[in-house]
């Protein structure tokens, strides 16, 4: 008979002593554990200690975490958590530099865990460690224990950062500021300024008037990848959280410092892998130097500005060399409509009406501007070969502009805050300073030669326009490296290559719908269902690696989960690093019996999302997001590292539980599989070889026949 479920088997250590095997009765209060403990070692006073797991992070056992013991689970009698903090107090401020050593190196791993940061904290030990940094009095392993601490205990949230003193933030500062500093100092003062400016307004400006951007633009080009990503974290959360008014001037000033081109040559062209952080954190600054183009965006242009007039006259005069207009007024004004017509506006009278329109605004004219002065020739082209058409088959230049620079804001996403755990930068935007800018140009002359090849007219503007869309997504799905690269990919995917493409990935669906081939299609699924149910659950064999999001995601904390070969639990636990093959199972020191999942739900759905704050809880995150739910009450939450490893657990669970697969990717491979297996099977039914018919032997009329005919 299975034991209760409010009983948990487990070994409790106690250094010097054989460790006991007791049975944890969850209904009794976790003081009275802890007392029959201390008994059964004589040791008196249970209300000075605690008990704590003995592998892993070794976190404290509270009444609101013991629910999360399991059978077979190791712990550890330890000191309370508030008799730790008291002791690890005294001995930081104590005399002995390595007693000092010791206890600060402590108290950085304890730190991490909220009981203890919260008895450590009410004991007033942030300011004491505080004061330790302001002082200047320590150094090398000590200082990076003592900052290492302090990090760990702001992490929790329990205090606000604005009780944070100028003269630390200065010391702080200095470190960064310094030319020769110890490595792991340095990244700590990075990560502590990073986290002052991302919570604190107050303190984004103090920090600010602090620390140089050209000291920032420093430290990217040593050969320490995590200096790298630390320095460029903290120019990405100064420029996050400037006021508008300032974000274009710090984006000059780190443009006249060549932050691109040292980004470029020592990240991006760098010998060594870029990290997933550091790509992040490449994607952050990529969107936000995007949300720079923003204002020009959500602009409307004014017809009743001469300025903003003189912008369209100049796209004229490039275009028709408009120097020799006419005096006469009336012939002027003809004269100009028809230009604007042959420039592809949509109002030929006033064409600054066509940007008034937002999305894309005054944005639309800038890239106009900037292609007809700095690729004069290109844009002359374009427009004079369209004008001088007589076939109805002229390209509007004017139209597809606005409309192309509305296209390419989408797809990059301007004006919207970056994704947490997004990797999605572009090498080749680090290439050019006017990245933005030459990117509209190589897309324009895209849309000028993809109209030419489907002979469209003006009638066909959106769906040419939808052609461009896919061409642009798929060659920037490929990474390409530097714009060169961007435009011969776009010249590999001409209008007939994406149909080619279209028709590869429909998989000849339309061929398929004869009633014969519907029934031969329900016949197969069953068996290619079960097909890909197996193979998901030997990826849940396999295992997968997840990131632990916290509060720093720079410290690339993971943990792994995979199920048993007998389908019958799930192991997990806690990594130091990535792996980089099988995770053992006697590494996985957690586990949940299958038989205690109640359900698996998804996205905004689970416990994790709805703890999260508003600020993280975005699209990104909430599409890879599930947890399992199991028996008492529990969950255990995921975010995937992508959409691909999310649809394989996903269904994988389902698949576990007896429940429908539901996935887009068990849809994609279903459809695949079954198309597969049915040319396979029509074609063995063209090599067979049919023998000579005998007779035909007279028979009552078949009430229901059909002939299965397979082209």
């Known amino acids: 008979m299975p034991p209760p479920s409010d009983i948990v088997k487990v070994a409790i250590e106690w250094p010097g002593a054989n460790a006991q095997l007791i049975e944890i009765d969850q209904k009794k209060p976790l003081s009275s554990i802890i007392r029959e403990v201390c008994d059964g070692w004589s040791l008196s006073g249970s209300e000075q200690f605690a008990l704590r797991y003995a592998d892993g992070p070794q976190l404290y056992i509270t009444e609101q975490s013991r629910g999360e013991i399991k059978n077979g689970t190791i712990l550890r009698l330890a ?142 080009q040593v050969s320490n990848q995590e200096i790298q990503t630390y320095a460029i974290a903290l120019i990405n959360a100064l420029f996050l959280k400037a006021p508008e008014d300032r974000r ?23 010998n060594r892998p870029i990290k997933a952080e550091m790509a992040h954190q490449l994607y952050v600054l990529q969107v936000l130097t995007f949300n720079l183009l923003e204002e020009r965006m959500m602009t409307k242009m004014d017809p009743t500005d001469q300025a903003q007039r003189d912008i369209i006259f100049e796209l004229r005069r490039i275009a028709f060399d408009g120097d020799n207009d006419p005096s006469n007024t009336e012939k002027r004004k003809a004269m100009y409509t028809k230009d604007y017509k042959m420039l592809g506006f949509t109002n030929h009278v006033n064409p600054a009406m066509d940007f008034t329109q937002t999305p ?31 076939d109805k088959h002229e390209c509007p230049f004017g139209r597809c502009a606005i409309e192309l620079t509305r296209m390419l804001c989408e797809i990059l996403q301007v004006g919207e805050l ?31 030669k993809t109209w030419k090849e489907m002979r469209a007219t003006a009638e066909d503007f959106n769906k040419v326009m939808q052609v461009v869309r896919e061409q642009i997504t798929r060659a920037l799905a490929l990474k390409p490296s530097s714009l060169d690269q961007l435009k011969s990919k776009l010249r590999a995917l001409s209008y007939s290559e994406i149909l080619r493409l279209r028709q590869s990935e429909r998989m000849n669906q339309d061929d398929f719908q004869s009633p014969p081939i519907i029934e ?37 904390k993971f943990w792994f989960c995979r199920l048993s070969l007998n389908h019958k639990v799930l192991h997990y636990g ?95 491979d279903l459809d695949t599989l079954i198309s597969m297996e049915m040319k396979l099977r029509l074609l063995d039914l063209e090599n067979i070889t049919i023998p000579e018919a005998p007779p035909p032997v007279p028979k009552e009329p078949s009430t229901y026949n059909f002939t299965y005919n397979y082209g």
Not at 524 to 553: A, D, M, T, V, W
């Open 79 to 220: 000191i309370s958590p508030a008799r730790a903090a008291r002791q690890l107090l005294d001995r930081i401020q104590s005399h002995g530099i390595d007693a000092r050593l010791e206890a600060l190196k402590e108290l950085a791993k304890l730190s991490a865990d909220p009981t203890f940061a919260t008895e450590f904290i009410n004991m007033d030990g942030i300011s004491t460690l505080a004061r330790l940094v302001e002082s200047g009095t320590h150094f090398g392993e000590m200082l990076a224990f003592t900052l290492t601490a302090f990090l760990e205990l702001m992490d929790h949230g329990i205090v606000s950062w604005d009780l944070i003193s100028l003269s630390f933030i200065k010391q702080i500062a200095g470190y960064v500021n310094q030319p020769m500093v110890d490595v792991s100092i340095l990244q700590r003062s990075l990560a502590i300024l990073e986290s002052m400016v991302l919570n604190s307004h107050s303190l984004y400006h103090r920090v600010a008037q602090e620390i140089t951007v050209g000291q920032l633009i420093g430290h990217l």
């Open 520 to 556: 031969l299609r329900e016949r197969i699924q069953p068996e290619i269902l079960e097909l890909i149910k197996q193979q998901r659950l030997n990826r849940l064999c396999e295992g997968s690696c997840f990131r632990k999001l916290g509060n720093r995601r720079r410290q690339e």
């Open 418 to 448: 970056p994704n947490e755990g997004c990797n999605d930068y572009h090498p080749m935007f680090f290439t050019h300073d006017r990245a933005w800018e030459e990117f509209f140009c190589v897309c324009i002359q895209l849309v000028n």
């Open 360 to 390: 894309p605004g005054m944005l639309a004219l800038d890239n106009m501007l900037y292609l007809a002065k700095l690729h004069q020739d290109t844009y002359i082209r374009i427009v004079l070969e369209n004008s001088s058409r007589e």
């Open 574 to 668: 806690d990594l130091d690093e990535s792996p980089q093959g099988e995770v053992p199972f006697e590494m996985l020191t957690d586990k949940i019996p299958v038989s205690d999942i109640k359900s698996v739900v998804t996205g905004k759905d689970c416990p994790h999302m709805k703890e999260k704050s508003a600020l993280k809880q975005n699209k990104e995150v909430l599409e890879l997001a599930f947890s399992i739910l199991y028996d008492p009450d529990e969950a255990l939450n995921f975010v995937a590292p992508n959409k691909y490893e999310y649809c394989i657990w996903t269904d994988g669970l389902c698949a576990l539980l007896g429940r429908e697969m539901g996935s887009d990717l068990t849809r994609s």
């Open 248 to 270: 274009q001037e710090m984006a000059s000033t780190l443009a006249q410092k060549h932050l691109r081109s040292i980004i470029l040559n020592h990240i991006i062209r760098g």
